[in-house]
């Protein structure tokens, strides 16, 4: 082979190889498309009037805890070379209260069903 037709395979290689990159790039997509449609498959389906219900109670849980308790933060102090007192840490201690909150308030939006009603039923939640 000539140099004039090495390079012209090697284009021709490219432009094949350029095509392939395309194509994988779309299966790739397509592939997890599909399997984010798998993984949703098996989830309860909400309707949009189900999840801005969730939504607003999970707004109104976080509006109406009291993040201005005290006792809901562990506070560490520091001191500096000069006798400067300064906060070096603030840790929110009452997440366990704002999850309760959040929790209850979602789960006062629907009626719980039993296990074993699941296993006969659609996974529609209404």
């Known amino acids: 082979m000539t140099k004039d037709e090495l390079n012209q395979e090697i284009a021709k290689l490219k432009v094949s190889l350029s095509a392939h990159e395309e194509q994988v790039k779309d299966l790739s997509?397509?592939?997890?498309?599909?399997?984010?449609?798998?993984?949703?498959?098996?989830?309860?389906?909400?309707?949009?009037?189900?999840?801005?219900?969730?939504?607003?109670?999970?707004e109104i849980s976080v509006d109406d805890f009291a993040f201005d308790e005290a006792d809901s933060y562990e506070i560490e102090l520091g001191m500096e070379y000069d006798n400067k007192v300064y906060v070096s840490a603030v840790t929110f201690e009452g997440q366990t209260d704002l999850s309760d909150e959040i929790y209850n308030k979602v789960e006062s939006l629907f009626g719980i069903a039993d296990e074993s009603d699941d296993e006969n039923t659609s996974t529609e939640v209404n």
């Open 29 to 58: 997509h397509d592939l997890k498309t599909a399997e984010q449609k798998l993984a949703d498959s098996d989830k309860p389906k909400l309707t949009e009037k189900q999840f801005e219900a969730i939504q607003s109670a999970i």
